[in-house]
């Protein structure tokens, strides 16, 4: 009897080593990428089988995505209506048995909950969610034993975990680089192209002007600037399921900034600090805000010429009016000081600056009583104040070289203006992002 049951417990042992588990990992910075979106209700993502999608529901605002690489839910319009966003697995490949979500930081969290299953939250707000389902959903709620303050549950990725007689297998579509940044007029090494699915590959270019794709992967250039975006997919088939892989080609010269004493009406200019033997030059408001400081990029030596990259443009246009110059930037705003903040305004009606040369070659750039400088000895951004801070400085103006594009290597020495731009997790992040960045291995700090 007992040689029986002991045969027994090894048979059903063998059936459920043989039915397996298999994992699916949702990294919500490799999905979404490192722009914040306001709005994924129309943005699901599908791996391996799954589908996770997101749904406004009794929120005020939207499920979204910041470039902090985590999805927001948030929770219930009011005090009256307590649920708000929520967040839905779906299987095609097998029953959900677990799912686990990483935290990830907001001070005001809120509950979650599952239609299904038994969710349990550790005491650093990850979630751990248990049971057997082909679809579950998540809603973020504002706590009820406070319901008048706004809840917001952020999230980075999702591990779900399936049960099934037999699992695919990753398609593993894969080029070698998944980004790539090249001067025009340089060599270009194309990268290689991988997989392991025995799925036919189709190959696309979103831009053929800049790059274009064969049939085996291969990537060539177009001949013209700005970016392509390379797509490799994959049909799900048998033994694997779909795949997807994408390489981002981007094509660019070197506009080149000089430091000028006097400015010419209707030409381009960067608004530059210099302090410490480093060279700081500001960045125009994100295209989304309305007001705020202008975050700055660092080179690390003083230089009368800065090279970018023709792919961005953080210059501003100085046009003569009246008294004064109206200040544009690279999206057609007319900057101003309120006269409430330190910070800068943008509109679409002209604001006069006057502009003063001052002995030592910078200038006093002046709105509302207010005028421009850089630094207090924390933030390295450019604001605007009534009197003259202890720890700032006023601005040069460098302006754009017309003459032709310059196709060579920045001025500065291993330095590259616009280098990508990371946070302390390792993740890249935008040049606007608030917080100690790193650019070129150094540090900075945003404001």
């Known amino acids: 009897m007992n040689k029986i049951l002991r045969l027994s417990l090894v048979a059903i042992l063998t059936l459920i080593c043989g039915a397996g588990f298999a994992q699916t990992t949702f990294d919500f910075a490799a999905l979404y990428g490192s722009a914040t979106l306001s709005d994924i209700t129309e943005m699901p993502q599908t791996v391996d089988g799954i589908t996770v999608s997101f749904s406004k529901s009794n929120a005020n605002n939207a499920p979204a995505y910041n470039k902090a690489g985590e999805v927001r839910l948030y929770g219930g319009k009011s005090a009256d209506v307590l649920d708000g966003c929520t967040m839905t697995f779906t299987s095609t490949s097998g029953n959900i048995k677990s799912i686990t979500l ?5 001070d005001k969290w809120g509950v979650l909950t599952a239609n299904v299953g038994t969710v349990t939250e550790d005491a650093d707000k990850n979630i751990t969610w248990t049971g057997d389902a082909v679809e579950v959903t998540f809603t973020a709620s504002r706590n009820a034993d406070n319901p008048t303050v706004a809840t917001q549950n ?10 099934g007689t037999a699992s695919k297998k990753n398609a593993e579509l894969k080029f070698s680089e998944d980004e790539i940044s090249i001067e025009k007029g340089t060599e270009f090494t194309a990268p290689t192209f991988t997989k392991a699915t025995t799925a036919a590959v189709t190959f696309a270019s979103d831009n053929e002007a800049v790059a274009t794709v064969n049939n085996e992967g291969t990537i060539t250039l177009g001949g013209e600037l700005g970016t392509a975006v390379i797509t490799a997919t994959s049909e799900e088939n048998d033994e694997y399921y779909a795949g997807k892989a994408t390489c ?23 608004i530059v600090a210099q302090r410490d033997n480093k ?23 003083l230089t009368d010429v800065i090279k970018i990259k023709s792919t961005y443009d953080d210059s501003f246009v100085f046009t ?33 600056w006057t502009v003063e040369a ?13 005028f421009i400088q850089w630094g207090d ?19 040069f103006l460098y302006q754009l070289d017309e ?13 590259d203006a616009n280098a990508p731009v990371y946070n302390l997790a390792g993740q890249r992040v935008s040049k606007n992002t608030k917080g100690i960045l790193i650019q070129n291995g150094k540090k900075f700090v945003n404001k």
């Open 154 to 163: 952020r999230y980075k990725n999702a591990v779900v975990t399936l049960s």
């Open 102 to 106: 990483e935290h990830g930081t907001i």
């Open 403 to 415: 003459t032709g594009t310059s196709i060579s290597k920045p001025t500065v020495e291993n330095f």
């Open 320 to 352: 003569e009016n009246g008294s004064g110059y109206t200040i544009q930037d690279c999206y057609g705003r007319y900057m101003y000081q309120s006269g409430s903040y330190n910070s800068f305004n943008v509109s679409t009606e002209p604001s006069v």
């Open 377 to 395: 000895g924390t933030y390295t951004t450019f604001g605007v104040y009534t009197e003259k801070k202890d720890n700032t400085v006023l601005p």
């Open 358 to 370: 001052q002995e030592d070659g910078t200038f006093k750039i002046a709105n509302n009583g207010y």
């Open 248 to 270: 981002t080609i981007e094509v660019f010269t070197y506009s080149t900034y000089k430091k000028v004493a006097a400015i010419t009406s209707g030409k381009k200019y960067l």
């Open 279 to 301: 060279t700081y030059y500001a960045y125009p408001l994100n295209e989304t805000y309305t007001y705020g400081y202008l975050n700055s990029g660092t080179i690390d030596e």
